[in-house]
């Protein structure tokens, strides 16, 4: 009765290790495309040639001097005054297929990108947070045994005799 109960415990650390050591590979995978789109960004800035906070908003292009023009004078923050419609290769992730889309599409199209691996990225943390915390409280079993070991249990296949 007393080697089941903790072949259960057992089973279960192995369990929650294993959900751990994957949300750790799946955090390192998304910073990688985060820092692949970082480096994109980046490019297309210097090919604009401004930088993040180099062109001014409306409101301060408005304010700099007052003269009767336009109300607001739309200018992206990353094209600035690059031809917006200048054709730029992008190549979508997954796929080895490259498009031929305006400057201003594939810079919109990277920042959401971002955005969104940023957001997943915030949720991979908390969850492999949650999951180190729920290991941790797994009872006597998870304390006697090291990280070290979990590691291993997790990385064992079974091989038919």
Do not use: W, Y
């Not at 994109?40 to 930088?51: C, G, V, W």
């Not at 947070?129 to 070991?149: F, W």
């Amino acid at each position: 009765m007393d080697d089941t109960k903790s072949l259960n415990q057992f089973i279960e650390v192995e369990i929650e290790a294993e959900k751990l050591l994957l949300g750790r590979h799946e955090l390192v995978d998304i910073d990688r495309m985060r820092n692949g789109n970082r480096e994109a960004l980046t490019a297309l800035r210097k090919r604009a040639k401004t930088t993040k906070t180099s062109v001014p908003s409306p409101f301060e292009a408005l304010m700099k001097d007052i003269e009767p023009r336009p109300l607001v004078n739309e200018v992206c923050a990353t094209c600035g005054h690059h031809n917006a419609r200048e054709s730029t290769l992008l190549m979508f992730p997954g796929t080895d297929t490259f498009a031929t889309i305006p400057f201003h599409a594939a810079h919109t199209i990277l920042e959401e990108d971002q955005a969104r691996l940023d957001f997943d990225s915030k949720k991979l943390q908390s969850f492999v947070k949650e999951q180190s915390l729920i290991l941790s409280e797994k009872g006597a079993l998870s304390d006697k045994i090291g990280p070290g070991v979990l590691k291993s249990l997790v990385a064992l296949t079974d091989k038919p005799k």
